[in-house]
């Protein structure tokens, strides 16, 4: 590259952004506590930490509080390895009362709206949770805040950002006061069909969540997205999708438009004019989908196409989607069934502001 060229590139990087193209509004995102030890370089203080007992050994790591494959330590010939999703992360409280009671509010990170509010504290893994809807640059995605001591929001709320959901507790299977926090999640919602999937594959189990069951809501790193809003509080928030690593990649038949990238247009940049055959799906060890490319011949089921050396590395860190068998990588039933929820139809994609879409929000 010439120098030139090279000042012009480095000048285009310091323009305002949307000068070559769409402006993004910029998130300007919240914590969802007055705890902002993230943002300090302090994991300890930030992050609440999780029991241990791993070999015969009990132990409190702070780091098992992160977003990621954290949990369920398991030795491998190439070390020691985690191969349990934590699809959030643990914020520790910061106050507490005379008898240890944590005193912390819980507030939305942003403007938004309340689509769920779970208030039974046996009736969920998570205790009692909300869920609220945001729009973030043309796009819904999803606000989770678990393990609460109570909740003052209620369905179809509008909340402003800093508004208070609930209060940080400890609600929920296996936790107790010492170890309350608040369980926050980022996510994108799979299907608007989630009930009729449940029919499906579960028709003996309860819905009592409807859409907004954890198992239709799939988590990106919340911490990784605040600290890149705090180098960069312009950031395009589809190429900060699409930059996740991948860890596997998958292909499905197509013949119709995806809801999902009816939902999330920055899944697939290139548009063909009509439904392609088949899609390419990528997708991170925890199985986010970060990427949609349409391909050009038909196939009858779903195929592993790619997986990446890591997940070899990392003992099949793929949340259950895929299954080893003599050395090739194969769909589980599990990853199947995980498909048949985030591959629903979509009569066009055409924008979000149908009956149902942005403009009813």
């Known amino acids: 590259m010439s120098l030139f060229a090279s000042r012009l590139a480095a000048l285009i990087l310091l323009l305002p952004a949307g000068l070559f193209g769409q402006a993004r509004e910029p998130l300007g995102l919240i914590l969802p506590t007055d705890n902002r030890a993230l943002f300090e370089d302090d994991g300890p203080g930030f992050y609440q930490v999780t ?9 409190w790591p702070w780091e098992g509080g992160q977003y990621g494959f954290v949990r369920n330590a398991v030795r491998r010939p190439t070390g020691v390895v985690y191969n349990r999703l934590h ?7 910061l106050t507490r009362d005379a008898q240890g009671e944590p005193l912390d509010d819980v507030k939305s990170v942003s403007d938004g709206r309340i689509v769920y509010v779970n ?43 800093g508004d208070v959901l609930g209060r940080l507790g400890y609600s929920g299977d296996g936790l107790d006061r010492a170890r309350a926090h608040v369980h926050f999640e980022l996510n994108m919602l799979l299907s608007e069909r989630y009930d009729d ?24 790193s919340p911490s990784d997205l605040y600290l890149a809003l705090d180098r960069n509080p312009n950031l395009d928030l589809g190429l900060f999708m699409r930059q996740q690593p991948e860890a596997f990649v998958l292909s499905v038949p197509g013949g ?58 990392y003992g099949l860190a793929t949340n259950g989607i895929l299954r080893e068998d003599d050395g090739s990588y194969l769909l589980s039933a599990k990853g199947l069934r995980y498909l048949d929820l985030l591959t629903s139809p979509a009569e066009s994609l055409g ?3 149908t009956p149902g879409g942005m403009a009813g929000w």
């Not at 029991?51 to 132990?59: D, I, K, M, P, Y």
């Not at 699809?87 to 409280?93: A, F, L, S, T, V």
């Not at 060890?285 to 990446?308: C, E, H, K, N, Y």
Request: proline share 9%; aromatic share 14%.
């Open 51 to 59: 029991e241990r007992n791993f070999e015969g050994e009990r132990t």
């Open 87 to 93: 699809e959030g992360i643990d914020i520790r409280p």
């Open 256 to 313: 119709y438009w995806l809801d999902l990238v009816r939902r999330y247009p920055w899944l697939m940049t290139q548009r063909p004019s009509s439904p392609p055959p088949a899609y390419e799906i990528a997708f991170t060890a925890g199985g986010f989908p970060v990427r949609v490319r349409p391909l050009d011949i038909g196939q009858t089921s779903p195929a592993v196409l790619r997986v990446a050396a890591s997940v070899r590395r």
């Open 119 to 161: 208030r039974s504290a046996g009736g969920s893994n998570y205790g009692r949770y909300v869920v609220v809807e945001y729009l973030w640059q043309g796009a819904r995605y999803y606000g989770l805040y678990a393990h609460l001591a109570s909740t003052n929001v209620y369905p179809s709320q509008m909340v402003q950002q």
């Open 197 to 220: 999937w449940m029919r499906r594959h579960n028709p003996r189990e309860g819905n009592p969540h409807g859409r907004y069951n954890g198992q239709n809501l799939a988590g990106f």
């Open 351 to 353: 924008p979000l502001d």
